[in-house]
Structure formats: C-alpha cells, structure tokens
C-alpha cells in the first residue's frame, strides 16, 4: 500500500504533506519523516494503538524499529503520534489521508508544507509558532527535502553493517 500522510508538530502552525510507501520498517518511515522536517536523526518514539515503539536508528534489522508499516493494518483517517530526540519537547500527529494501492505521485516525496523548521532551534510549541509568525521571509524548500529524502531512501543497506550496528557479532571465516 501506499500512503499520503499529514504530520504537524502539535500546538503549531508547522506541517508536512508526504507519501510513503507501506513496505517502509518503522525506523526508515521515521527517518523520512524527520528529513522532511529537516532533523539528522529518527530517534524517537512512535504512539500507535496504546502501544508505543522506540526507534534508536534508521539501520535497525530487528525488534519494533523493524516492524513493516504495512503491518500495523493503518486506516484512513488514523491518527498516530510520535516524538523525535532532535524536537525534544515538541510532539508530532501524523493523520493517514489516503491509503491506496497506487498513489499518483513519486515516493517518497515531501508534497507540501509549512514553515522551515530546524530541530537545533525550537524546544517549545511557542518559540516554534513566534518563529512562523515573524516577519522573516519563510520559504519551504520541498524540492530540496524532496531530494534528500529520495537520497535517503534508494541507499541499499548492507545487511552485514545494519546487523553489527544493531549489536551482533561480526562473522569471520576462512576457507583454506
């Protein structure tokens, strides 16, 4: 499945329009979102049906970081939140707008949105919302978020680093 998602920061004015393909595991889902909101890291947690799934790293191979979007059988109109480390202090709603087989756009892709935002400078729903009313020139690049999250999410993990980053040994062996 494919989906069109809108994620606000709660209590702001700032959001992103974005679709996603279902066949994401929870950690890269997390980092794309977060690249649209111009933060490094997808360490967080995600609320989801009273359950709640930390992610550490967008390498995970196992546990709940791994778990398929697909999987947790979204709906239209759901609401989930989640928080990431780099917007400590700030939460995220992301309500599903469109589930479909096919969506008639490229994936991932940050569609719309408001407002610039860097995670180093808002550490409250106010000094985020002072900043969106100001009288700067505040100009969303969805082009260039557009391409980094792409950027991101064609890199082939390989599998034997994902596997040491997510704490296994590594496998060494000659044959003689």
């Known amino acids: 499945m494919q989906y069109l998602l809108k994620i606000q920061i709660k209590n702001t004015r700032a959001w992103r329009l974005l679709s996603v393909d279902g ?25 989801y049906k009273d359950k709640e799934y930390v992610i550490e790293h967008e390498a995970a191979v196992f546990g709940d970081e791994f778990s398929i979007f697909d999987s947790f059988d979204i709906k239209e109109q759901d609401i989930f939140s989640f928080t990431l480390k780099d ?21 991932p892709s940050l569609i719309a949105g408001t407002g610039p935002v860097n ?18 020139e505040l100009i969303l690049d969805c082009k260039e978020i557009t391409k980094n999250i792409r950027e991101f999410s064609t890199q082939k993990e390989n599998i034997n680093d994902a596997m040491i980053k997510a ?9 003689e």
């Open 23 to 47: 066949e994401y595991n929870l950690s890269k889902l997390m980092k794309i979102i977060s690249l649209a909101f111009s933060s490094k890291s997808c360490a967080g947690t995600l609320f």
């Open 87 to 107: 917007f400590d202090g700030l939460d995220f709603l992301v309500t599903v707008l469109k589930k479909a087989d096919h969506l008639d756009c490229l994936l």
């Open 119 to 136: 995670s180093d400078s808002y550490t409250s729903a106010d000094a985020l919302n002072d900043y969106l009313e100001s009288d700067e």
């Open 167 to 175: 704490g296994a040994k590594e496998l060494n062996f000659r044959i």
